[in-house]
């Protein structure tokens, strides 16, 4: 198993590539902490699947840019465990617009959990991982903070901000064991492609290679690469996984 006896916070994970890689976690070895915002009814469920004959997942709600709740969560984790090993930020919404037709609330709102969300899990969890010389940080982004996609302003700029963001934490913290990147999916088949018009999926199709929609697991799989110790040589890199998009 690649995360025996590792403990890990996930969030936005009830649906997803969030929920899909709590699984994936578990199914490794690890602990998992899952964050996520209101949906209480899948959070049950899946503590309900993982949760056979030992207790190996935790799902707590609660809002990712909220200081204090991420503050007193984390500490609470490494109390009880004495160590936090990877945090995974995949909490994100999105409020499509051009600029143009932006209201500052959507603005706002994006950035604040996208962007301020990571942050503050990242602030949370690095001295614990500091304390003891060892961590990994996955940052979820999208292939719209590399390419850019000007519908989507407030969601591009949001993971931009992101993927600066893990260029300079990596650069301050590999000294200290850890590392810290970012997974940038395409188009991959969740709930949430279900709001996408078909002309616009098949717009996306046509200029990427792979001339399909990702999964989950594909995701997950790289996510787990990068939480594992087959990636103590990578830190400070932007993994697309996006069936090679090209534009």
């Known amino acids: 198993m690649l995360l025996r006896d590792k403990v890990a916070i996930v969030t936005g994970a009830t649906r997803g590539i969030g929920k899909e890689i709590v699984k994936t976690f578990v199914e490794q070895g690890a602990f998992v902490y899952g964050i996520y915002a209101s949906n209480h009814e899948a959070a049950r469920e899946i503590e309900k699947t993982l949760n056979q004959g030992e207790k190996c997942v935790s799902y707590v709600s609660g809002s990712v840019d909220d200081q ?47 962007f301020g969300g990571t942050y503050t899990c990242c602030h949370a969890a690095l001295p614990y991982m500091e304390r003891k010389k060892q961590g990994k940080i996955v940052n979820v982004v999208s292939v719209t903070g590399v390419v850019g996609r000007e519908a989507q302003t407030n969601y591009g700029a949001s993971k931009g901000a992101i993927i600066g963001l893990t260029r300079l934490l990596a650069r301050k913290y590999s000294e200290k064991g850890i590392s810290i990147n970012a997974i940038a999916p395409g188009m991959i088949e969740t709930e949430m492609i279900k709001q996408v018009p078909e002309e616009k999926l098949k717009n996306f199709l046509r200029f990427t290679n792979a001339k399909k929609l990702g999964s989950t697991k594909e995701v997950a799989r790289n996510v787990l690469y990068l939480s594992s110790d087959l990636s103590d040589y990578v830190t400070d890199t932007v993994l697309k996984v996006d069936g090679g998009f090209l534009r």
């Open 68 to 114: 204090l709740f991420i503050h007193s969560l984390f500490k609470s984790v490494v109390d009880k465990h004495n160590r936090l090993d990877i945090l995974v930020n995949n909490a994100g919404i999105t409020r499509d617009q051009f600029l143009f037709q932006m209201d500052d609330q959507s603005w706002q709102q994006v950035l604040q959990v996208n």
